[in-house]
């Protein structure tokens, strides 16, 4: 019989958006504004994940990911 493989999920979030939003409260069609603004905006430059998650990345035998641009930013 052989040991079971230890298994991790990770979770991560894309990186700060560069996107800022100045106009206060927002409606529906306001919230659809704001979520194109910010994918177009993508993440901010020069952001970069931490070591620790890109050696966790290294390590993996799966990755599953979003093909939204922020994602793969």
């Given at each position: 019989m052989t040991a079971a493989k230890e298994s991790r999920?990770?979770?991560?979030?894309?990186?700060p958006s560069a996107?800022?939003?100045?106009?206060?409260?927002?409606?529906?069609?306001?919230?659809e504004r704001w979520r194109a603004a910010s994918e177009e905006a993508g993440v901010i430059a020069g952001a970069e994940p931490p070591s620790s998650l890109l050696e966790a990345a290294l390590r993996a035998d799966?990755?599953?990911?979003?093909d939204l641009q922020r994602a793969v930013e």
């Open positions: 999920l990770i979770v991560v979030r894309h990186g996107y800022v939003h100045r106009d206060g409260w927002i409606d529906a069609k306001g919230v799966l990755i599953v990911a979003s």
